[in-house]
Every structure is written in structure tokens, then in C-alpha cells.
């Protein structure tokens, strides 16, 4: 099973950025698709954005136009661009590779992001 290691995230003013890695212990050629979800207390786990390809971007609606996925192969790192943050992106940002048939899922251990003026 393939390890995830998130970085970059921290404390960010309201209109901010801020880019988010999630580093992968193996190749990321095997992994069709890719995601970044968060999480609040007491909430569930939300599905943020994916990637699939290299090509297929999906987001959820209340990122749309404003956080950026992508994938880099040859660094075996994912990526999320998230400007003009507001404060309810405020969450622990994970970065996930879905189950397949043989494998169970990949979580990261989470980065906190933090919008707050």
C-alpha cells in the first residue's frame, strides 16, 4: 500500500492561497485516479476535488473556480492550489487514493488548514 505524506498548509488571511503536496512513498502511474478531501469536527469526511488521468478534474461546487487539483507523475506528488480561501475551508485537508479491487484504500495523515483573519 502506498504511502501519502500531505505538506502546506497553515494559517492563511481571508483571500489568501496556499498550495497543498501530498507526497507519494511509490509511482503514481498505477493510480488512475486521485483526490483531495477535508474534514471539520464533527463532521463527515467531503469529497473536495479529484483527479482523474491527469485530465478529469471534478470539484465540489463551493470550490469550483477557486482550488486547482493536479498531478505531477514524474514527482510522484499531488497537488492543490487553493486561492481566495475563505473561512469555511477551514479543515484538515487529506489526500486519498480510492480502493481498487486487491487494494484497499490510501489516506495521507492530514494538513491543517487554518482561514482566519
Known amino acids: 500500500q502506498v504511502r501519502l505524506v500531505e505538506s502546506g498548509g497553515g494559517l492563511v488571511q481571508p483571500g489568501g492561497s496556499l498550495r497543498l503536496s501530498c507526497a507519494a512513498s511509490?509511482?503514481?502511474?498505477?493510480?488512475?485516479?486521485m483526490a483531495w478531501y477535508r474534514q471539520t469536527p464533527g463532521k463527515q469526511r467531503e469529497l473536495v476535488a479529484s483527479?482523474?488521468?491527469?485530465?478529469?478534474?471534478t470539484y465540489t461546487d463551493s470550490v469550483k473556480g477557486r482550488f486547482t487539483i493536479s498531478r505531477d507523475n514524474a514527482r510522484n506528488t499531488l497537488y492543490l492550489q487553493m486561492n481566495s480561501l475563505k473561512p469555511e475551508d477551514t479543515a484538515v485537508y487529506y489526500c486519498?487514493?480510492?480502493?481498487?479491487?486487491?487494494?484497499?484504500?490510501?489516506w495521507g495523515q492530514g494538513t491543517q488548514v487554518t482561514v482566519s483573519s
Open positions: 486519498n487514493i480510492p480502493p481498487a479491487p486487491g487494494r484497499a484504500a490510501s
Open positions: 511509490g509511482s503514481l502511474f498505477s493510480f488512475n485516479v
Open positions: 483527479i482523474t488521468g491527469g485530465v478529469i478534474r
